[in-house]
């Protein structure tokens, strides 16, 4: 099991600002160093250099200095923002990589760690709302909670952890925690000694039988005012994962999805 | 099954039994007093007979709901015109007890409470406190609006009917018919210290007064925090009797599925809230509005060379250039055309097109000068990957 500390944020550039600001934020409150990649192929700036009568590593820097500047307008302290712009393409994710890259495309980039901010351009609105971290029977859960967990002892709120059940029909007790599965039940209590360990976590795990998981975590996300749902990549499923399911669903909360890990 | 919800409690099975009580407790003081020559007696007795008349009125307003309510928009005013009527009701009676009281401190000694007397009229009190006490409770305990108010009114009676035994067992006591008009005007200041409350709060329902600018400001609050809500277009609060109605309509960028999740969370957050601010009932309503979309168009001014596209440095250097639709902020389609030859050519077409922002990676001072007369922004690029 892998957890996510994260030591960089990825962002790809666009020029209408739809991921940047969401990453620029996220950045500064880690503390951690922002790279963003504007790809653009050597040919171009060749061709452009000839152009402009400048050679390619002049324009090269003209680029990376306006993208720079373009980017340093989102973070509350510029000169303090360690930005780095790169005009390559986007790497593959090495082993060991922790970091976040901050995209919408949640489906073709399963390798990394992928957080879609679902249109907000700050992690935060009005109030610090906590990490929500919904937890399965699988030991993929645990890696949510790890990586959950430590981001909001870095960005400074609480997690709150969520599990949902079926009903168990030999039980009669009306509490949905007594009808979670003995496998649930471990990986609860695992990531509930976590979070306090931690000093996240002020309530025990939420349970319920709810009826359908998709809608579920959306609908709890939104009702406890959760700033953010971290989720494991999870199995493939006939119509498709956990998260990105929600993410399908315009998930309206941001949402990290953990890479997926090698099987 | 739950206490709440047995057959007992049905709106329906509440109303009977009530009507029932009530005509028995019309029909002892009215008795009693008549016998007693009572004019106070007589005259909570009267009371009670605008009470069941109210109360089959009610039934009415309850039965037109379930039958009749097709293509009626307002029904909740129904219930606070049933409560202004009990209130004006109230506000008459007050004014009728308040005479009688009057006149019989103007003319103390005309009347002698024997023991006998006492004993029945106290007997009848005693009898008439249990029935209000009682069916006042149970009225409440049905849940349902109109029955809820005519539950408090009927516990009201209770308060009156208690000073009304008061004032006879003063009279008793001390030979003075003087304090059972005394105590008269104790209770005409009681019944119309509720029913100027009922008033006041029908009132605000019929007029549907807002539920105060601090309570407002924290919906906002509490909306603006929700994710996925860009922006409270409107809100509206106000009372429905004891209950709160919460209206408000939003600015999402989600779809539908993201829409209902939201419309969802704001109710439930919204109950949670009211409930905090003293309203055990409420019910909160979310719209949504479509965003300005923001429709317009960018001009990028590219170079294309074998298939490899860039952005221009100016106009002079591109081959072609590429329309794009901006909508919320994102490019939602685009065009590849030629580029123009000369300049004039070049704005011709920027007027044509309706294009708002113009973008190059260095363009030309004059270029830039010329589009601003038509109203065209230049904005220069900051790498040359062109827009996909």
């Known amino acids: 099991m892998s957890a996510c500390f994260p030591e ?3 962002v790809i550039f666009d020029e209408y600002d739809t991921h940047v600001p969401y990453a620029a934020d996220l950045a500064e409150r880690l503390n951690i160093p922002l ?16 152009l402009l009568h400048r050679t390619p590593s002049e324009l090269d820097d003209e680029m990376i200095r306006s993208v720079k500047d373009e980017v340093q307008k989102h973070f509350r302290e510029p000169e303090r923002a360690g930005t780095e712009v790169s005009l390559a393409e986007l790497p593959r994710r090495q082993e060991n990589d922790a970091g976040i890259l901050v995209s919408c495309e949640t489906d073709g980039n399963h390798t990394w760690n992928v957080l879609s901010p679902a249109g907000e351009r700050r992690i935060f609105r009005t109030n610090k709302g906590p990490v929500l971290i919904p937890l399965g029977d699988g030991m993929s859960s645990l890696s949510a909670a790890h990586s959950g967990i430590e981001l909001a002892r870095r960005i400074g709120t609480k997690v709150l952890l969520w599990h949902t059940t079926w009903k168990n029909p030999l039980e009669h007790d009306p509490n949905p925690r007594k009808h979670v599965c003995p496998a649930a039940e471990k990986i609860i209590r695992e990531a509930e000694s976590l979070g306090r360990a931690a000093g996240v976590l002020d309530e025990d795990c939420r349970v319920e039988c709810a009826a359908t998981v998709v809608e579920s975590i959306i609908r709890v996300a939104l009702r406890s005012g959760a700033s953010l749902v971290v989720m494991a990549g999870g199995k493939r499923k006939k119509f498709g994962a956990y998260p990105d399911r929600v993410r399908s669903r315009n998930c309206p909360v941001p949402l990290l999805i953990l890479a997926r890990e090698p099987s | 099954m739950s206490f709440e919800q047995s057959w007992w409690f049905r709106p329906r099975v509440v109303f009977h039994v009530s009507i029932f009580l009530y005509i028995l407790r019309v029909v002892i003081k009215i008795g009693v007093g008549l016998a007693f020559a009572s004019p106070l007696l007589v005259g909570d007795g009267v009371h009670n007979i605008g009470d069941a008349g109210v109360l089959l009125a009610a039934y009415w307003v309850i039965w037109f709901i379930a039958n009749k309510s097709r293509g009626i928009y307002g029904p909740d005013n129904l219930p606070a015109l049933f409560q202004l009527s009990i209130a004006v009701l109230m506000g008459v009676l007050a004014f009728w007890v ?3 009281s009057i006149e019989g401190l ?10 006998s007397s006492l004993g029945v009229v106290s007997l009848t009190m005693v009898v008439s406190v249990a029935i209000s006490l009682g069916a006042g409770a149970y009225q409440v305990r049905s849940g349902e609006p109109t029955l809820v108010a005519a539950g408090k009114e009927m516990r009201g009676d209770a308060l009156i009917e208690c000073s009304i035994l008061a004032g006879f067992l003063g009279e008793y006591l001390f030979s003075s018919s003087s304090i059972e008009y005394g105590f008269g005007l104790v209770v005409v200041f009681l019944i119309g210290k509720t029913a100027w409350e009922m008033g006041s709060e029908a009132k605000n329902t019929l007029l549907q007064v807002s539920l105060g600018e601090a309570f407002e400001e924290g919906i906002r609050a509490l909306v603006s925090s929700t994710y996925g809500v860009g922006e409270t277009v409107k809100l509206e609060t106000y009372p429905v009797l004891q209950a709160a109605r919460i209206k408000v309509w939003v600015l999402t960028q989600g779809g539908a599925e993201a829409n209902e999740d939201i419309r969802e ?27 300005d979309p923001d429709w317009h168009r960018v001009l990028y001014a590219l170079v294309n060379e074998g298939g490899m596209c860039f952005v221009a440095p100016n106009i002079e250097n591109a081959d072609m250039l590429r329309v794009c639709a901006i909508e919320n902020g994102e490019i939602v389609s685009g065009e590849d055309i030629p580029a123009p030859k000369t300049l004039d050519e070049f704005l011709a077409l920027v007027r044509s ?6 973008r190059a990676w260095n363009e030309k001072e004059t270029v830039v000068s010329a589009l601003h007369k038509y109203g065209v922004h230049y904005k220069k690029t900051p790498t040359i990957l062109p827009p996909e």
Request: proline fraction near 8%; hydrophobic fraction near 35%.
């Open chain 1, 35 to 50: 790279t963003v990649y504007a790809p653009i192929r050597p040919e171009m700036v060749d061709l452009a250099g000839e």
């Open chain 2, 98 to 100: 308040g005479t009688a």
């Open chain 1, 8 to 10: 960089c944020v990825r």
């Open chain 2, 353 to 358: 097109k309706h294009i708002r922002v113009y």
């Open chain 2, 106 to 115: 103007m003319n103390p000694g005309a009347r002698h409470l024997d023991l």
């Open chain 2, 265 to 291: 969370a704001l109710r439930e957050r919204i109950r949670e809230y009211a409930e905090g601010h003293g309203h055990s009932e409420s019910r909160p309503d979310v719209y949504f509005a479509l965003p």
